[in-house]
């Protein structure tokens, strides 16, 4: 059973940063490992869309209105993937989640989403 846990949102005044991490594990004892992931926001009313995303290559794509101040990254021998989040706006305010394809040595690749977790910015 693979779990995808978010962590790192909070609360945070414009300017400032955030670390977003998404961290996969299982319970029994698999080898784990993210292939691939991508960051998603959604904003109150509003649709969840991309933020952020990588592969085993390395990242692959990012929202216009981030590229710049948000970097992907992977670590942990790929059982974690983070998302940098500096000089924060107010319109960066959402839930964010996490989508990934995770590689365990018990049951292959399947694709897990994480419960997503808040981060508000300050004016």
């Known amino acids: 059973q693979v779990q995808l846990v978010e962590s790192g949102g909070g609360l945070v005044q414009a300017g400032g940063s955030l670390r977003l991490s998404c961290q996969a594990s299982?319970?029994?004892?698999?080898?784990?490992?993210?292939?691939?992931a991508t960051w998603y926001r959604q904003a109150p009313g509003s649709q969840r869309e991309l933020v952020a995303s990588?592969?085993?290559?390395?990242?692959?794509d990012y929202a216009n209105d981030v590229k710049g101040r948000f970097t992907i990254s992977r670590e942990n021998h790929a059982t974690t993937v983070n998302l940098q989040m500096n000089s924060l706006k107010s319109e960066d305010t959402a839930v964010y989640y996490c989508d990934a394809d995770v590689w365990t040595s018990m049951s292959g690749t399947q694709n897990y989403w994480g419960q997503g977790t808040q981060v508000t910015v300050s004016s």
């Open positions: 990588i592969t085993g290559g390395g990242p692959k």
């Open positions: 299982t319970t029994t004892g698999s080898i784990v490992r993210i292939n691939q």
